[in-house]
């Protein structure tokens, strides 16, 4: 009997071409019948549908199984609750140890032996594995003296939120045939909730949180370009949101606190604030799909609006006024030597002809007219130059006299290197070393300048101190909004380091393909983009206004 409903279940329901992960008790377990688990592995091996992987496999090789597209069968044998329990939780780590682990595939758990309390133990086991491993997706069946019980639960039904408290017979099995003929894995997470809460772990980290009520309850409302997406997906789970606060005034320990909430202490959905994509931190949870997309780069100070008349001397350089004064003499001279007798007087005496030559570059009348050929031509060339030189020079000199323009912009992390400019090191900036690789910032000949507030070594940046620091251009848009009055941050073209910028739930959470599901809707229509626009244009008003 037991090996007929096992054989349907998984014929009727696991996907042909997909592989099937088999765990069984150790061979100590005198309870374990081996016959019974050679004949249902020897029943779906001959179908030729899926293959098979044994445990003991994923044991000595963990690393061989590759992706994560595999069901589960788990078989268990019962004399003690505890014994059994300990022998779930050993199978149980030893598929865990395998990187191809899918909490969110089907999982079937047969339970055989001699046993009373009939519904205490699927309760105990579906607990334990909700409590442990986060699955959901899992059906347990027990045996009974002509028939097999199958049972499951779901944890937002309309008596629950995310607790053992209630669990369902789906169906019952005998001779491989199901009586009520009910789905076995229906969807276990409705698109209403119920009211049910949704725990964040969250902290005043401007701008992906903002703390807008400083109250003393525990009603602190957050807001935010992250915090936006957990009020959508809220109102539209009918869920309530609930704040895990973390005050950790250090950085790191803000970051790993939330995480620790989620992935370890699970007293907490969802970690926010700012978590990148990477796979050090993938290894521990389970990320959302990424909403936010930011890199990286040096921020340095915008340049300088240059001084007029340093701008001014910068194009009239001694050298050319020197030549124009080459220039000036040489036009005097030859004006002297070759005017004749039918010139007039003035141009005859080499004052007069300094005269001549001083009003043509002024752009002024003369005392008299040329009368020779060659003084004719030679004054009309000058008298060319002179209106060309003219125009050029008041042109220059008013677009420079109304836009000096700037000083040069370092655009490459050589040029910065290479400049008086000093680093300004925070502690933040060293994870962000460690997960990169990063160790360019070696290069800077100077020992850097230690900050313990970031947020105040960006403003000196922005206000023209002579630093560098590392910084998101999606965090610089957000200072840029609220110090318009100050300046900006610039950046080199160089990024350090780009990617997504994600939420984080415990390795399983039921909960994340809805909460996908919901963010990339929100993604793409652009919701949070609006608010976030909003939200940046009424903070510049608020400072121009101040």
Request: hydrophobic share 45%.
């Amino acid at each position: 009997m037991i090996t007929e409903c096992v054989t349907s279940i998984i014929n009727l329901n696991f996907d042909p071409g997909r592989s099937i992960i088999v765990s069984f008790p150790t061979k100590m377990d005198t309870l374990f019948d081996p016959d019974l688990m050679e004949n249902i592995l020897r029943n779906i091996n001959s179908r030729t549908q899926w293959s098979l992987i044994v445990g003991d496999f994923i044991k000595e090789s963990p690393d061989v199984i590759l992706g994560k597209n595999y069901d589960y069968l788990i078989m268990l044998s019962v004399d003690e609750m505890n014994d059994m329990l300990e022998s779930l939780e050993t199978q149980l780590e030893n598929l865990e140890s395998s990187s191809s682990w899918n909490p969110r595939n089907k999982f079937v758990i047969v339970v055989t032996g001699n046993f009373t309390g009939q519904t205490e133990i699927p309760l105990t086991l579906l607990d334990f594995l909700w409590k442990s491993t986060n699955l959901v997706n899992v059906i347990i069946l027990i045996q009974k003296v002509e028939f097999m019980d199958v049972y499951t639960w779901f944890p937002y039904g309309s008596t629950q939120c995310a607790n053992v408290e209630e669990i369902i017979i789906l169906d019952k099995c005998i001779d491989g045939q199901f009586i009520m003929k009910n789905e076995l894995f229906p969807p276990k997470i409705p698109s209403n909730l119920n009211g049910c809460p949704l725990i964040v772990s969250v902290s005043d980290f401007r701008p992906y949180l903002i703390l807008t009520d400083n109250s003393t309850d525990d009603e602190h409302k957050y807001r935010g370009y992250e915090m936006e997406y957990i009020i959508l997906i809220c109102k539209k789970m009918n869920m309530t949101l609930v704040y895990s606060e973390i005050s950790n005034e250090n950085v790191i320990n803000m970051f790993t606190d939330k995480l620790a909430e989620v992935m370890i202490e699970k007293v907490s959905d969802i970690a926010i604030g700012a978590f990148p994509l990477h796979p050090f931190f993938n290894s521990y949870g389970d990320p959302s799909i990424p909403y936010l997309f930011s890199a990286a780069k040096w921020c340095v100070p915008c340049p300088k609006l240059l001084p007029r008349m340093q701008r001014i001397t910068s194009i009239l350089s001694p050298f050319m006024l020197l030549m124009m004064l080459m220039v000036f003499l040489l036009a005097t001279f030859v004006i002297y030597h070759i005017s004749d007798v039918s010139d007039s007087d003035k141009f005859l005496k080499p004052v007069s002809s300094l005269y001549v030559a001083w009003a043509v570059l002024l752009g002024i009348s003369v005392l008299d007219m040329p009368k020779s050929l060659k003084l004719r031509l030679f004054f009309t060339l000058l008298l060319w130059y002179c209106f060309i030189m003219n125009v050029m020079f008041q042109a220059v000199i008013v677009s420079l006299l109304i836009e000096p323009g700037f000083e040069n912009e370092l655009k490459t992390f050589d040029e910065l290197v290479s400049s008086n400019i000093r680093y300004a090191y925070y502690s933040m900036i060293e994870t962000l070393f460690t997960l990169t690789s990063y160790n360019e910032h070696r290069r800077f000949p100077d020992p850097p300048i230690i900050y313990h507030n970031y947020s105040q070594c960006l403003e000196d940046i922005i206000t023209g101190k002579m630093i560098a620091t590392i910084c998101t251009d999606f965090y610089a848009e957000y200072l840029n909004a609220i110090t318009p009055q100050k300046g900006q941050i610039c950046f080199v073209d160089e990024s350090i380091a780009s990617g997504g910028v994600v939420m984080y739930m415990s390795r399983g959470n039921p909960l994340l393909p809805k909460i996908n599901e919901l963010i990339q809707r929100c993604f793409e229509s652009g919701l949070v983009d609006v608010y976030w626009s909003i939200y940046t244009w009424k903070l510049k008003t608020e400072k121009i206004n101040e």
